[in-house]
């Protein structure tokens, strides 16, 4: 017999994109087995969960994540995100995420006017979604942010609605880096399968590279789920 | 072909850091008392007729693509075309406007100069 494989992982390259290659990595270290996608592509390769990754897709043209939202590849993303399949996006994977309406809200233009780059302190809010769920309630960590637009805004109900319900799932601690409305870093669907933050879980798994490796809850959080479910 | 002018802007509620920054930065320039709030522009250049049909087209294409209606409001409005005979009158009149305008002592320092 082989070694076990792990679930299959798609991370979407579109051009543009910069933490693909992280992404892969990750999840290769976190259990799961990485499987590369095109944008260009009209079906997601029998993949288990997808991670639209980190960068600048189409040059951030328009805005960000504005003409990636309608890539081929989207449109399976979409079909499967309603479906129920696991879908993260992180940073650039976020925005598109919420021109794609699978988020509510949108990223604009960090508050400070510079682009961001630190090693940011966060606190888990919701362990309920398909990528924290190996994390605990309240848990302090960090990760990478690096980000020039990351200020999460929404209207008065979709903040509303977001909290009540349980769909902050993380939050900036000991300051808010780019003006984002009640300090959000991180959202679900009603259903807690899509996920988006805008830290880099995926630099922070490996202790050559990152301070913590408190990302690799992220991966193993789906793998876990994922391997449950056969 | 028909020139149509989607404008779309950032929504009140919503921070603009862009118009901040300019709003700054002309403060800094001296010209004082100006807010600024920074849109786009898009012109869209269109093949035949203008109808109510193709305005609604370009209504949803502004709304699919061109604005983020989360974020941002978007208004479609149609350019009137300038015909070539008008584009003729109308060069002349621009061209004469800063002589107008300018007064006697400009004129001889600009004279000044170009020698």
Known sequence: MGPKVGPKIGVVTFPGSLD?????RAIRLCGGEPIPLWHGNDNLDHVQAVILPGGFSYGDYLRCGAISRFAPVMTEVIKAADSGMPVLGICNGFQILCEAHLLPGALIRNDVRVFVC?????????????WTSGFSNGQLITLVLKSGEGGYVADEETLRRLEGEGQVIFRYVNGNPNGSYN??????????????LMPHPEHNVDSLTGPTQDGRAIFTSVCTFLAAKV | MARVVVDVMPKPEILDPQGKAVTGALARLGFAGISVRQGKRFELELEGEITEDRL?????????????????????????????DEEKQAEPAEQ??????????EQTELATQAG
Do not use: K
């Not at chain 2, 502004?62 to 300038?82: D, G, H, K, Q």
């Open chain 2, 56 to 84: 609604a087209e370009v209504r949803r294409a502004a709304e699919t693509l061109l604005a983020n209606t989360v974020i941002e409001t978007f208004n479609v409005r149609v350019e009137e075309p300038t015909t070539p």
């Open chain 2, 96 to 105: 004469a406007e800063p002589d107008e305008q300018t007064e006697p002592d």
């Open chain 1, 20 to 24: 693909d290659q992280d992404a892969l």
């Open chain 1, 118 to 130: 630190r090693d940011q302190d966060l606190r888990v809010e919701s362990v309920d979604t398909t």
């Open chain 1, 183 to 196: 300090d959000i870093a991180g959202i679900c669907n009603e259903r807690g399968n899509v996920v988006g």
